[in-house]
């Protein structure tokens, strides 16, 4: 498995030889470090992990510092650890944006934008109670009834209702490489990215 760490940078438009406009999101990818190699012998599971972003002197531990020179690197921000990844990668390696090609279908992990605590219209697409008659002015967006009466006397589990919305991990697949600056280590991927501008995805294949 393929894997680099990156930052969403924002959004454009690039055109092709046809004219025809696609919408992409940039995303800065790597270059990340290897700085731990796990293997069946050591560790019980084959793993690399990857880390990307400076990070300063003063916020770094001791124990990341020390952690970090065993691979010739300062100390960084984020780190993963991919299981299953490039064995023939090692400790003090890195990897760039260089190991996908325009036109590969990659899956992307982030964190969606967090919406705070909302409704069921806007949480789950409820559409409310339509029309307003009878002195019904305030009941729109109402979640309506919850089901509990004499009987079940209870809320069942899982009940649909206003929560803290957003913010959760998700995996989206199948996303398509456009293209590819190696020179300013930016990836332009075609579809739907999560997480708002500046937040840290995982590219795999």
């Known amino acids: 498995m393929k894997s680099i760490i990156g930052k969403k940078v924002g ?14 999101t940039i995303i800065e990818a790597g ?19 990857l880390a990307f972003g400076d990070k300063k002197e ?8 020390n952690h970090h020179a065993k691979a010739n690197t300062a100390a960084k921000k984020h ?28 899956d992307v992990v982030g964190t969606t934008k967090g919406k705070g605590f909302q409704g069921v219209v806007k949480r789950h697409g409820f559409h409310g109670v ?24 209870r809320v069942f589990k899982g009940m649909r209702m206003a929560g803290r919305m957003g913010q959760d991990k998700v995996q989206v697949k199948g996303l398509k490489v456009v ?25 795999q294949k």
Do not use: W
């Open 79 to 106: 780190i993963k650890e991919i299981r299953d990844s490039e064995s023939d990668k090692n400790v003090g390696d890195t990897i760039t944006v260089e190991i996908f090609a325009e036109g590969d279908k990659v």
């Open 179 to 203: 293209k590819i600056f190696p020179e300013k280590n930016y990836l332009l991927i075609s579809g739907s990215v999560p997480g708002h501008n500046g937040s840290i995805v995982l590219i």
């Open 58 to 65: 003063k916020h770094t531990l001791r124990s990341e510092k």
């Open 31 to 49: 270059p990340c470090v290897v700085t731990q190699k796990k293997t069946t012998e050591t560790d019980g599971y084959n793993a690399l992990q």
């Open 130 to 153: 339509g029309g307003q008659s009878h002195g019904q002015h305030d009941r729109s967006r109402a979640p309506g009834s919850i089901g509990g009466s004499s009987y079940p006397a």
């Open 11 to 24: 959004m454009t438009s690039i055109f092709d030889n046809n004219g025809k406009q696609t919408a992409v």
